[in-house]
């Protein structure tokens, strides 16, 4: 990325050729928030999508601005005839006062934040770590090392900086960003979630766990938990026609990793696979007795079982086959590790898929 520098570091007018495409799309011209949690890659997609287009830009990050009194406001107006766009990357910052003005200086304005903000006349776009295909185009190698993809992406997860660099040592950078980024209190919920992948909870479960190691109140954890949904840090699943019972996943297996404090591939591979579906943008899943996963709009029940095998593969049939029926499924996809088959009954497809096909083709 080669970078010019305006006014004291403050405002940077920056090109990239270094463009990594992602499954989301750029629009061409109107006001966005690009949101997304820490470490997402907001900011660099921006900038590479807005490169791609050759379209230029001022950047301004008001989370590092030591200016006062507005004085940041004034040196974007005296460089708002360099370009017609303007990013403003914020944090804590609060911009919706100077919105009105700096709209009747800049054809577009680009904010990246990390809360999905509402404000009149901006498109949003959510940021998520990448999906295991993005990790694939970030990694540059080629489909036939699949198997030893997964393996990594299994540890080191979709967070752009670790599957450009994969150093090692990153995980324990991206430890300390998200210090930064998450009070103790929510790294705690967090590895509460982690230690209980796939087990359905009510608030009410969760409040006692987290009362047996800190003193909480029960309106500050709901809130908080709701708040770290919102935030897209964790993904919820509900049980069929209930809403008081979830189950919880982490967005991202590195964070499922960072977080657990007892390590079980089950979970994990469970994860991984609520975490894709999220970030290739399903919604509303629900689960059901037996059928872990339920995508009710394509009449599809998802499983997970990383060690299937044929003998196994029919005992699943027949535990899942009654419930399938009451939900309207015509399809179970059974997500495994290296065991592939299809089965098809007269009313319902059984179709054991290994994750890294199924992955690339949702």
Not at 71 to 92: E, F, G, P, R
Request: hydrophobic share 40%; charged share 25%.
């Amino acid at each position: 990325m080669q970078t010019e520098l305006i006014n004291n570091n403050l405002i940077t007018h920056a090109h990239t050729n270094s463009f990594l495409p992602r499954e989301i799309d750029f629009p061409k011209d109107g006001h966005l928030i690009i949101s997304g949690i820490t470490q997402s890659g907001k900011t660099v997609f921006c900038f590479d999508s807005l490169a791609n287009l050759q379209e230029e830009y001022l950047y301004i990050d008001l989370d590092e601005v030591s200016f006062f009194n507005n004085q940041w406001l004034d040196q974007i107006t005296k460089n708002s005839n360099l370009t017609k766009t303007l990013i403003i990357d914020i944090y804590y910052f609060d911009i919706n006062q100077y919105l009105t003005n700096i709209k009747n200086k800049f054809k577009r304005i680009i904010i990246i934040s990390w809360l999905p903000l509402k404000y009149e006349d901006f498109f949003n776009i959510k940021i998520y770590p990448l999906n295991f295909e993005e990790f694939l185009s970030f990694q540059g190698l080629s489909t036939e090392n699949l198997e030893l993809l997964f393996v990594k992406y299994s540890q080191i997860g979709g967070f752009p900086i670790l599957a450009k660099y994969s150093d090692n040592h990153l995980i324990k950078h991206l430890k300390r960003l998200l210090k930064f980024s998450l009070s103790e209190f929510d790294i705690d919920l967090c590895r509460d979630v982690a230690d209980n992948i796939g087990v359905p909870r009510s608030g009410l479960n969760i409040y006692y766990s987290m009362k047996s190691r800190r003193a909480v109140s029960k309106d500050k954890l709901y809130r908080r938990i709701n708040e770290l949904i919102y935030e897209n840090y964790i993904i919820t699943i509900n049980e069929y026609n209930k809403s008081s019972i979830m189950k919880y996943y982490l967005i991202d297996p590195a964070l499922q990793n960072i977080f657990a404090t007892k390590k079980d591939f089950s979970r994990l591979f469970e994860s991984m696979i609520v975490s894709e579906l999220a970030k290739k943008g399903e919604k509303n899943l629900i689960y059901y007795k037996n059928i872990e996963i339920y995508i009710s709009k394509n009449n599809l029940a998802i499983l997970p079982f990383p060690f299937a095998e044929s003998s196994v593969f029919e005992k699943i049939i027949k535990r899942t086959l009654k419930n399938l029926k009451f939900l309207g499924a015509n399809t179970l996809q059974i997500i495994t590790m290296n065991f592939e088959e299809t089965f098809e009954t007269k009313d319902i497809k059984f179709e054991a898929i290994i994750f890294t096909r199924w992955a690339l083709m949702i």
